[in-house]
């Protein structure tokens, strides 16, 4: 399938499929539409899409003050243009014989009469904010001028998939529409009839089985529908479609009031995914031969829908979030449904709905989203629960952004010698913060264990400022100690793993003295020295000796050897 171009009016060149002739037996009392205004009645834009009697017939400029005509909705999100490739051999066609009945005919390239071969066709909707009405515009320009131009346009809800031998192709479905369109009179008098793809009952060609399409024809009044040809020429700058001149009888218009005309009720959500254009060779209604197709890959639906996505604050996964959506303004009203986040997005839990959206056949109104299931560690975003209105045929986009919560981490404080230190004090710091063993920001009451809380996720690196009194001042090992902070952990009911825990191990400290004094005679005297790799030594005496060194700050394990030499 080609891509579809939106608000403007080049276009990729789309597929274009060909129906067999067929022969038909039609039991229609044909209903001639002659427009009056050019405008059907609940227009909100006043759209031009009829015979406009100022200029006699069918044009795409405006010609009544405050009315719109296709000149001025090229650039509309719910305006789309295909071309299609004229004059070729290799225009995509049903294949030959395939009846109007099959549910998935098959394609091979045709070549299509001048007079029935589209290069260009394009389309408008939009609802009536106060009815609900949704209203389809519609125009084909052909290769060559038509005097009577016929065409179907048909309207396929793509429930049951593409066919597969023809891809890009949606099955035939009951519920399906076709709207078969006869300009005659050169495009003064118009024909519409409305036939229902049905999986039962009797079909519009009488020998045939269902499915089909249905034998209940529906006629359209000229209130519900008009269209109209152009009897004139029409410039290249009065051609906002394809942008070059066109002769009398090449181009054709319609617009139709889906709501009115029982194609999409008023109040209700059925929608249609794809559009079939369809030409067909003179005759009325149906009957005669379908020719050049282009498929048009664009919703047309009453009711509006609402797309979820969910991220959180640190980019962590939102897997397993859980909205929930209510009719109304609080979170009291009906249950409309559930989602569940999947890679970011919010997949509707039902599983009928294509994704996305994750809400969708939404009637106009007004709903209220929360969020019924927050992934761990993370808090719900402050704007939920959020209340949105949702208008007719309006695709709502809803993102929300989890905070991820604060994470903890533990410090341990041990002695080499086992177990935790028994003296606290010990200062530690990660980051730009610090931490003090039973001070401030420490949530353990256990002297050697500190447990912070309120930090935010994250890498850090811990490092020993200054141990508790009696210990050494260097870890067991020197290196910093990594960790990582993981959100929604806490000092309470979440405690950290050990990721998020660092370990120190300290020596104890012992204290040694030696001293020397004379024995009476005040004739002897002595040298006092000690091997102290990792004390510190004063040999100030003590209170009543004459010769003394103490050691303080020996890290234990350790041997100390002092040597007296008396009488030096």
Known sequence: MATRVLGQTGSRRRRRFLLAPVVLVLLLALFVISSASGVLPGSPSSFESGNDPTVGLGNMIVNTTGNTDWISVTAEANYVHLTDTAASNSDDSFTPGSKQDEVCPTIEGHKNPPKDDFTD?????????????????????????????SENIELKQGISGECAGSPGLLERTPGDKLLAIDY?????????????????GPCFVGNHLAPCWGATVLELDPTVAEGGVNASPITALNNPISGVALKAGQFAEFGVNLSDAGIIPSGECEGFSQTIWESRSAGSSFVSSTKDITIEDNDINTCGSATVTKVGSDGGSQDGAVFTLYEGSDTTGTVVGTCTVDAGNCVNDD????????????????????????????????????????????????????????????????????????????????????????????????????????????????????????YGGAPLSEADQPITVVNGTNCTDNLPGAGATATFSNPPLSDIQVNFRDGGSEETSAVISCDNETGTSDLTPATGWDTSETVTGVEAPTTVTCTIVIDP
């Open 184 to 200: 005659l009179g050169g495009g003064s008098a118009v024909q519409f009839h409305v036939l229902t793809w049905v999986g039962s």
């Open 351 to 470: 599983g009928t709905t294509i994704f996305p959206p994750s809400f969708a056949a939404l009637q106009p109104g007004t709903y209220t989203i929360d969020e019924t299931t927050v992934p761990a560690g993370y808090g719900k975003d402050p704007a939920l629960p959020d209340t949105f209105t949702v208008a007719a045929s309006e695709a709502v986009s809803l993102s929300y952004t989890d905070p991820a919560l604060e994470g903890a981490l533990i410090i341990l404080k041990n002695s080499t010698k086992g177990g935790a230190v028994a003296n606290a004090g010990a200062v530690f710091s990660y980051d730009s913060s610090s931490v003090t063993d039973n001070g401030t920001g420490d949530e353990d009451s256990d002297v050697g264990e500190i447990c912070v809380s309120g930090v935010d996720p994250g890498d850090y690196l811990v490092n020993e400022t200054s141990p508790p009194p009696g």
């Open 121 to 149: 066709v394009a389309s408008f909707t939009e609802t009536n904010a106060t009815s609900g009405d949704v209203y389809l515009y519609g125009a084909t320009i052909r290769y060559a001028s038509n005097g009577n131009a």
